[in-house]
């Protein structure tokens, strides 16, 4: 407690707007206050501590409350509420516990960090904030949590915090786009791979004349369809995330879709982590279920690998894995989930196909019998045969 | 000079065992030279198809050559060749897994295309099944760090790229230098971004890039949040410079590039940037001497790197919070780089030192001092002339 207050006089600027007093911090913050940019969030800042200064000032133990988010749950009856956007309850963090302390003391402490980002308008990543306190941080899980939790009190997504991680996604295709200033053009090389910009605010002036967005899993089919040179024949975009998508990627892709309205087909391994992946650039990552509005992507259709399309493309039997045990534990798991009944009833069908096949291949494997199979006959004939759900 | 800096290596280069970058006809030519020798072998009035001259890649055929005039020391396998007796089953199989992999290969250099490992893994499992079960025994084939030499680069000495494997490259770089592939257009790579300039993946391309550049060092990055953190501080207008990252254990495309910019820019000094543990003494070694494990294509590519942080002398600067414990990979690798003879005498200091205390750092631990303390610790390192 007293670290804390100790924290709270030394670094904060007090700020007196209005007159009327709340007892709990998170309680006004709740207010719709939809802006983000740097001005705004640091005003939220300082009214955030005021309140708390003011619970302290009065003798009153100071609390917050935090809205919970979730995206799916596991309840088969399809009842509840998991679709609408809103929360999902509240958790008020206080004084009253020393856990709940604790918490609150590596808030504070990455709220200061934050606001120096901000008003000296640089950007640092979560190891970065992690390594400024070392002694009180005791792991980086903790500084995570506090980061989500700050993002849910001033309503806004995490790289409004100028805190970012390093850029993983690729992009390729019949696109030009300018970030900072900067042309990225890949209209001249179509088959040329950029990275997906991380500063993806920066990003502007968006000009494509492809027809459809294409997203693959891992970067070696990306290879494959670069060194086929996939884009100078097909009209398209080709993105991948390499694996589980990082925040910028998801971003991208979203601002992509919002300025060009172009169809968007995603192309995994026919593997429950592959299934998975497809969920979360759909419906979005429990992790960033407080964001999840602004990174999923429900216009996204799934293009393949179905269990059905071994049979269909003639994929040799010896290329069908068997599924593992940690495979179908993670398999029937994602059965569970609420969204994919209500939402998605026929993907839940195909995977249900895998479970019960107990095998998985993977996109590798359709080239086994032909190097250029991908790219000239199993893309195409499935975009424009409408083989996708 | 070029020329002038390949004599000067005292081991006569015709004896040193390479692995080089070829054209695809070049490779078609060396796995038909090679079809006709066995043949040959097998027709002969002693056929001695029981043994076969294969390069030994044990630790006890690597080399060391240092540099006397160019500074640059490099690993290579000697012309020391090990008889294998095709009396034995196993022996026999990895034999033929090798000319199963080369019938694959001269398949696709015919055609010009190129596959990643793992396409190459299905298309072996579904010609060849009673061969191939793993993707291991793939990679091991096309090279191999068994000491049998049972492997195609070291059959056909030329590097896995050369053979139609796709390399990927995750390398970038920026900083105050233009660079112009041919018939390209000149980019300017301190207007990159925080994500530099992509290294291509094209190793004929990257040896033919015309470079122009007034940088006074080079700085080579471990780790992509480094990079992205000096990037975005524009540290390489401060100190005038090429910061460099392969994003890890580096690739054959970020070597080239590497090895081209000192050619280019000789009197540019190489600084390295790694976290204080073996894994970062490893990586700073591969760009320094070449690959530990894969001998044959190491030579060509070494580089005079130096290393300028994180050392012993740094952890003064971290709170002790900040140490994070050893893991038993760590120790391994310190292990295999203490066993090498390459690794010079004050490298093996800190290395020791590393594993005595069982903790290693990283680099962003120095943002406990502020944002602005990694720029002022290269800035004063440099100055100071601190690296080893």
Known sequence: MDGIVRVVFQNFELKSTSPIIRTNAGEEMSRRGSSSNPCDLLKKIKEFTRC??????????????????????????????????????????????????????????????????????????????????????????????????????????????????????????????????KKFDCINSPSKAHPVPVFVEEVEGIVSVAQYILIVEKEAVFQRLADDRFCDTNNCIVITGRGYPDVPTRRFLRLLIENLCLPVYCLVDCDPYGF?????????????????????????????????????????????????????????????????????????????????????????????????????????????GGGYI | ?????????????????????????????????????????????????????????????????????????????????????????????????????MEICIELLVHEKKVTQRELFYKLLCSSPDYFTSQLQVNKTIQGQCPTGHDVVAFLRCSRYSLGIMASSRGALIGRLFLQEPNQEIVDCSTCGSSGHAITGD????????????????????????????AEDRIFNQIPSIIITAKGYPDIATRVLLHRLTRALPDLPIFALVDWNPSGLAILCTFKFGSITMGLEAYKYACNVRWLGMRGCDLHLIPEQSFIPLKPWDLQIAQSLMSSEMLQENYREELTLMVQSGQRAEIESLHFHGYDFLGKYIATKIVQSDYI
């Not at chain 1, 001033?154 to 295709?173: D, F």
């Open chain 2, 203 to 230: 190793l004929n391309s990257l040896e033919n890039l015309v470079i122009k550049s007034d940088a006074r060092y080079i700085i080579v990055v471990e780790k992509h949040a480094i990079f992205q953190r000096l």
């Open chain 2, 1 to 101: 000079m070029e020329d002038f800096c390949k004599s000067s290596l005292f081991y006569s280069d015709q004896h040193l065992c390479y692995a080089e970058i070829l054209p695809p006809s070049e490779v078609r030519a060396r796995i038909e030279v090679a079809v006709l020798n066995f043949l040959r072998t097998l027709i002969s009035p002693n056929p001695s198809i029981s043994s076969l001259p294969l390069i030994n890649r044990r630790s006890n055929n690597r080399r060391v050559s240092h540099g006397l005039l160019t500074d640059v020391s490099s690993i290579f396998l000697s012309h020391s060749f090990c008889a294998r007796s095709l009396m034995k089953a196993n022996a026999t199989k990895a034999f033929v897994r090798v000319w199963k992999v």
């Open chain 1, 52 to 181: 708390l200064l003011e619970d302290l000032r009065r003798g009153r133990s100071p609390s917050v409350t935090l809205n919970r988010y979730r995206i799916y749950c596991t309840d088969p009856s399809g009842k509840c509420c998991c679709s609408s956007d809103l929360h999902m309850g509240k958790e008020i963090v206080s004084l009253q516990k020393e856990c709940h302390a604790y918490r609150l003391d590596v808030l504070l402490r990455v709220l200061l960090i934050i606001q120096q980002l901000l008003q000296e308008n640089r950007h640092g990543s979560k190891r970065d904030i992690y390594y400024m306190h070392p002694a009180v941080f005791s792991e980086q899980a903790v500084v995570d949590r506090a980061i989500n939790d700050i993002c849910i009190l001033l309503e806004c997504s995490r790289h409004n915090l100028n805190v970012v991680a390093v850029g993983k996604g690729l992009v390729m295709g019949w696109l030009k786009f300018f970030e900072a200033g």
């Open chain 1, 276 to 384: 998975d992946i497809l969920t979360t650039y759909r419906f979005g990552s429990m992790q960033m279920a407080y964001d999840a509005k602004f990174l999923r992507v429900p216009e996204i259709r799934w293009l393949g690998a179905f269990p059905s399309d071994s049979k269909k493309y003639g994929l040799p039997e010896r290329c069908l894995l068997p599924l593992t045990a940690g495979d179908m534990k993670k398999a029937e798991a994602m059965l569970l989930r609420c969204y994919l009944q209500r939402e998605a009833p026929k993907w839940r069908s195909e995977l249900e196909m895998m479970m019960q096949r107990g095998v998985k291949f993977e996109i590798e494997a359709l080239s086994a019998s032909s190097i250029s199979f991908l790219a000239e006959k199993y893309i195409p004939s499935k975009i424009q």
